[in-house]
């Protein structure tokens, strides 16, 4: 999955190239900078590689998130619908700036379940956010139509499935925004980084100002700037966009390494007639950093967790019904509104709320799903062994519960 697993001399020399010159930041010291200007050379390599007409660099995915809510224009009041299972940054990005994050069910492509969002739509309904969880992407012509037919913005959460493809569209390209990770375990890293790609230029031109205290970005002086609106500063170094710009270069050769990993460990684990694959709206779209794979009933995929746990052979793979990071059923300190500053008494009701409802559907998907992240670096002998090995504790499992059922 991660792109820091194969790192090489073209991180190393991008790095250089800007402690060279030393300027660390991405805007303004035009002259000593001698033309290295890696930030917007990344950006303009993102345009390119993923074919959006702009892109904004910033210091992380949620950041970009933000970024990204704040231009479209959501806050005060909005209700913004986003997938039970997620990272928390979907919702630390929608309270960041004042909306209501609005959990509904996720089905088995493990992302927004349409159905769901349709049922969760109200007059206050401003954006849908899907996620494009592990690798693969959500279920887009049927979003893209509830969107239409409701006006509501669509902003797409890309920060897993950087390379991914739907119907011939990069992910994150789709909406009226989409957003990228280069976290140190995303598919392509920058250390921390993260990005807004759109097509819209005025939403590009406030994810610019937004992401840097308002600046326009305009003439020269940046004391002398003015400013249109109020921002923050969420903006990416030139250290950790050099580490960028190597490693999207490197992206055709990542992707194919995982494709042909993933297929390798799917056909071993394939041969098991209970075993059932994630549902994937465009197959040839897969990026291909997870295998997600579904047993029948919770208790056999628990047992077979369990029994990987006791052979030491479970690491590499994410059983997310108990992953804090990750799903509904553990985020105590959302279901509690605990934050550090005070909420309006209306938000903090309705958080508390949305993060309360019955997820019965999603938790029937989740906890009989195991992800597996494809590593760059297995050989095929590696794969086959890990394979091998899990297709006997599955089995194993499996013959156990029978006998006891
Ligand atoms: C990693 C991730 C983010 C946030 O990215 P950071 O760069 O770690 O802030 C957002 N959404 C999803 C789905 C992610 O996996």
Redesign the pocket.
């Known amino acids: 999955m991660p792109g820091f697993e194969l790192w090489s001399d073209a991180e190393r020399k991008h790095v250089n190239d800007v402690l060279e010159t030393g300027i660390l930041m991405r805007y303004g010291f035009d002259g000593p900078r001698k033309g290295i200007w890696k930030a917007k050379e990344l950006e303009q390599e993102i345009c390119n590689s993923f074919g959006s007409k702009h892109a904004q660099l910033v210091s ?4 970009a ?1 933000t970024t990204a809510l704040s231009a479209l224009g959501i806050g005060y009041g909005d209700e913004v619908i986003m997938p039970s299972f ?2 928390v ?2 919702f630390e990005a929608i309270l960041s700036v004042g909306a209501v994050p609005v959990m509904v069910d996720v089905d088995d492509t493990l992302t927004l379940d349409p159905a769901a969002v349709k049922a969760a739509i109200t007059p206050k309904t401003k954006c849908v956010m899907p ?1 494009h ?1 592990c690798g693969s992407m959500a279920d887009m012509d049927a979003l893209q139509a509830i969107c239409k037919e409701h006006k509501l913005l669509l902003l797409e ?1 890309a ?2 499935a950087i390379g991914g493809t739907y119907k011939g569209k990069k992910l994150g390209t789709i909406g009226d925004a989409g957003t990228f ?3 140190f375990v ?1 598919t392509i890293t920058c250390a ?3 990005v807004v790609m759109t097509n819209n230029e005025d939403t590009y031109i406030k994810c610019d100002g937004y992401s840097d205290h308002g600046h326009d970005h305009k003439g020269n002086d940046r004391g002398a700037e003015p400013h249109p609106f109020i921002g923050y500063n969420f903006r990416i170094s030139e250290l950790h966009a050099a580490v960028g710009l190597a490693q999207i270069k490197r992206l055709p050769e990542f992707l194919a390494i995982q494709k042909k990993n993933h297929a390798a460990l799917k056909n071993i684990l394939a041969t098991i007639p209970e075993i059932s694959f994630r549902r994937i709206p465009d197959a040839e779209g897969d990026s291909c950093t997870f295998l997600n794979w579904f047993l029948p009933t919770t208790e056999i995929m628990q047992a077979v967790v369990a029994e990987m746990k006791a052979q030491g052979i479970f690491g590499g793979n994410f059983y997310w019904f108990r992953h804090n990071w990750h799903y509904i059923n553990v985020w105590d300190h959302l279901k509690h509104s605990i934050t550090l500053n005070a909420l309006s008494p209306e938000l903090k009701e309705k958080v508390i709320f949305h993060a309360n409802k019955d997820f019965s559907a999603s938790d029937a998907i989740i906890s009989r799903n195991v992800s597996t992240a494809i590593s760059l670096t297995w050989s095929e002998e590696q794969i086959k062994e890990k394979g091998e090995k899990m297709v006997a504790v599955i089995k194993k499992v499996l013959s156990e519960m029978a006998v006891h059922a």
């Open positions: 992380s995915g949620t950041a998130l997620t990272f940054a979907s996620v969880m959460d920060c897993q990770s280069f976290d995303k921390e980084g993260g």
